[in-house]
C-alpha cells in the first residue's frame, strides 16, 4: 500500500522544531559520509524550472526523491504558488514506495528549516535580536519561523515590493509568532537587523553590502541558478562564507559564482558546508564581529529527512489514504 497525504495532512503534522531537529541530522550525515546526494537535475521548459531531487540518508534511513518546479509568474498568471512540488518516499530496505506527499509546504518548511540550523550555529546568542526579511512570500514566512524557534527574536522588519504581501505577512505571521513586526519603509531599514533573510524571487542583488552591521547572520535562500543573486560581491566578500553544500554552491549559486567570476574572491572563500559546522570540523563564529552567511540552494536530503518525519507523524496519527497503486 501507498500512503497519499495532500497538502493539508502534511501541514497537519509537519512542525518547524521537529522539521529543525532532522534537517540538522541530514547535514551531520552529508559531512560524515553518510549521505548519497547527487547533484540536482534541472529542465527548463518555458515558464520556469523543473527540478528533481533524489537523495538517500543511510542513518536516518530515509530514501526519496522530489519534483519541483519553480514559475515565477504562477502567482500573477496563474494563481498558483510559484513553488510545486511533490515528494516520493521509499523504503530503502525493499525500494517499495511508501507514500507520495505533497511537497510544496514540505519545502516552505525544510527550507526554513536549514535556515534555522545554520542561524542556530552561526548567529550571534544575544537576547531580544532583531529579523530583517527581503520578500514577503511563501519561503520568507518560514525563514522568520524558523529564526524565532532558534533565538529570542523580538521583532522583525519586512521588506518586499509588494504591499499587499507585506500585509498578508504581517497578519498571517505576527498571529502565529506573536512578535512584533514591521513594514520597512526602504531597504536599508532591513540592515539594522541583527539576522537576515534574504527569500525574495529577485534575480539581483537586494541590498548595498557596504551596509551591513559587523556581527550580523545572514541567511541566503532566494535564488539558485549561475546568473542570478540577491548578495552582492560585497556582501559575499564581508562574509564567512558557509555553504549547505560546496558542489551546489559552485554549480548552482549566482551569489558566489558570480563574485568569483569577476575575481573578487577565490575558491577558498568557500569556508566550510553547514554539516561541517555541525559536527565540529569547522569553527563557527569566533568573535561578535564576523558577519556569518550562510548560503541555501536547497539540497534533496533535506527533502529526505523531511518526508520521512512526515509519514512517520501520518502512520501514528492515522492521517492520509491508503492506495494499491
Ligand atoms: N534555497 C532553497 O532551498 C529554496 C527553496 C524554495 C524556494 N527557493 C527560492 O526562494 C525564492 C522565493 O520563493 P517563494 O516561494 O517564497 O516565492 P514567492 O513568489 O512566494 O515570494 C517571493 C517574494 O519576493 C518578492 N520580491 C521580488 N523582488 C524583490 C525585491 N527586489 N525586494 C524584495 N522583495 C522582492 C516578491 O514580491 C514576492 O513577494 C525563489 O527564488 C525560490 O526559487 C529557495
Redesign the pocket.
Known sequence: MTLLLNKNDVMKVLDMKDCIDVVEKAFAELANGTAVLPLRTGITPPNGVSLYMPAYLKESGALSCKV?T?Y?NN?SKYNL???IGKVLLQNPETGEVICIMDGGYL??V??GA?SGVATKFLARENEKQVAGI???????KMQLWAICCVRDISKAIV????DE?VEKFISEMGAKLKIEIIKANG?DEVLEADIICT????A?P?FDGKKVKEGTHING????SPGARELDTETIRRSLFIGDSLEACFNEAGDIMIPLKEKAIKDSHFYAELGEIITGKKAARTNDKTITLFK????AI?DAATAKLVYEKAVASGIGTNVDL
Open positions: 519541483v519553480v515565477k502567482p504558488p510559484t513553488t519545502t516552505a525544510r527550507t536549514a527581503f520578500g514577503a512570500g511563501v519561503q520568507a521588506y518586499d515590493i509588494s504581501a531597504v527569500a525574495s524571487s529577485s539581483t537586494l535562500i532566494g535564488s539558485h541555501s540552494n536547497g539540497l533535506q
